[in-house]
């Protein structure tokens, strides 16, 4: 099939809750995808910061294979032995204690906010110290629970009633944060670079400030790093940025280098919160997705693969900030975002995918989330993409 039937097919049966664009993407090696008609992209969006060794990379698509010729799935009835090692290997590299398996973001946080929820009434026996704080502008999933987390107005439409014990705090305002906590409140939660937001990094005196009223109030500290972690921003957590060490960390996207899984990782007293029965996922912990977490993890925790990631990013960064009509440029390692002049961000995306270039766009930015493995040369071959469209539009 060509591109063109591959769209008609899929729009004619798939229920249209995206505004896809007329690319079908079919193979691909690295940072370059490639399409039905046999046309290459160079690839600066990597499946939404998900593809993070881009594509089919070869150890990866090794493991991932010889795992399901050996067990592809085991219930969570029984134990596994790639589980085990992902678990083990992610606990002590992001030096946490315990993980919850899960398949996607949504989930990660799903299961962040039952575990802050049950750790207070298990604590305070109150059935009204449940409320969660998070930030305007954030962005924590597309359940009921996690839509009602997310701090953007528009989301909180059609799909009524949403679940309740939600408070929203403008980011960086310390003073609207210390307002917002009273006696019902229970946890903090908060993306450390807002993604979907606009690539808006936190500032540190405000993450300080997170961290010292929720020791003040016994509250939990919730990242959701579902965007940002899995060396996103050139550092295994973005929290390492900060120096912090929150209560609850959510990963996905990255995490099984295109695999779906969503985790959720404890420390101390919130790692022993959920006992048999209260919590579960039929497809948490799948062998398959751990096998390829375990290649993304392996690649991480090679000192020489980081520091040339964070060179890279460095690179990327500057050479984003050189193109004209880019403003300013936010965001940390390879999660960037160009804040743009006179031009929309979405007219440079639909412009750069014609002349070859996957982007992503973020509020009015250009979001740029490539592979963690792009090269030197794919970089400048998307920049110079980007240049042409920026320049001549
Ligand atoms: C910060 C953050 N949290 C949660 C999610 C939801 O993840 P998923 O789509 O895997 O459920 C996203 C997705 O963009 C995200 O960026």
């Not at 029984?78 to 085990?84: C, E, G, I, K, L």
């Not at 929720?214 to 973005?238: C, F, M, N, P, W």
């Not at 899984?261 to 912990?285: D, K, M, Q, W």
């Not at 592979?371 to 539009?393: C, F, K, R, S, W």
Request: charged content about 20%; proline content about 3%; aromatic content about 8%.
């Amino acid at each position: 099939m060509n591109s063109k039937e591959i769209i008609e097919q899929y729009n004619s049966s798939v229920i249209g809750s995206y505004g896809r664009l007329p690319l079908a993407l079919e193979s691909g090696s690295g940072a370059q995808g490639c399409n039905a008609d046999g046309n290459t992209y160079i690839d600066f969006g990597s499946g939404i910061g998900t593809n993070s060794l881009g594509y089919a990379d070869s150890q990866w698509a090794d493991a991932v294979s010889e795992q399901a010729h050996r067990v592809q799935h085991v219930s969570n009835y029984y134990y596994n032995s790639t589980a085990a090692e992902f678990a083990a290997k992610l606990t002590k590299m992001t030096n946490t204690d315990k993980i919850f398996f899960g398949n996607s973001g949504a989930e990660a946080n799903e299961c962040a906010i039952k575990i802050a929820r049950k750790r207070s009434f298990d604590k305070y026996g109150d059935k009204n110290r449940t409320t969660i704080i998070t930030l305007v502008n954030s962005f924590h999933g597309r359940t009921i629970t996690t839509l009602s987390a997310t701090g953007q107005e528009h989301f909180h439409n059609y799909f009524f009633p949403f679940t309740p014990g939600f408070k929203y705090v403008e980011a960086n305002n310390v003073q609207a944060l210390c307002e917002a906590i009273d006696g019902t409140v229970c946890a903090i939660m908060f993306e450390f670079i807002q993604g979907e937001g606009g690539v808006n990094v936190l500032e540190q005196s405000f993450v300080d400030e997170i961290f010292a009223l929720a020791k003040q109030h016994d509250l939990a500290t919730i990242s959701d790093e579902v965007q940002t972690g899995v060396g996103r921003t050139a550092k295994l957590l973005a929290a390492e940025h900060f120096g912090v060490k929150p209560d609850i960390v959510t990963l996905a996207k990255g995490l099984g280098g295109g695999l779906p899984i969503g985790v959720c990782l404890t420390r101390g007293e919130y790692a022993n919160v959920l006992t048999p029965g209260t919590h579960g996922s039929t497809f948490g912990g799948n062998p398959v997705v751990c096998a390829g977490g375990l290649v993304v993890l392996k690649k991480l925790s090679d000192p020489a693969f980081m520091d040339e990631l964070q060179e890279k990013a460095a690179y990327f960064k500057k050479s984003l900030d050189a193109l004209p009509r880019v403003k300013n440029v936010s965001g940390l390692g390879l999660m960037l975002g160009a804040e743009l002049d006179g031009i929309a961000a979405s007219d440079v995306l639909k412009k750069a995918l014609e002349k070859g270039l996957l982007v992503l766009t973020a509020k009015t930015k250009l979001r740029c989330l490539p592979p963690l493995t792009i090269t030197y040369e794919q970089i400048d071959a998307g920049m110079a993409i980007l240049h042409e469209v920026l320049e001549n539009e």
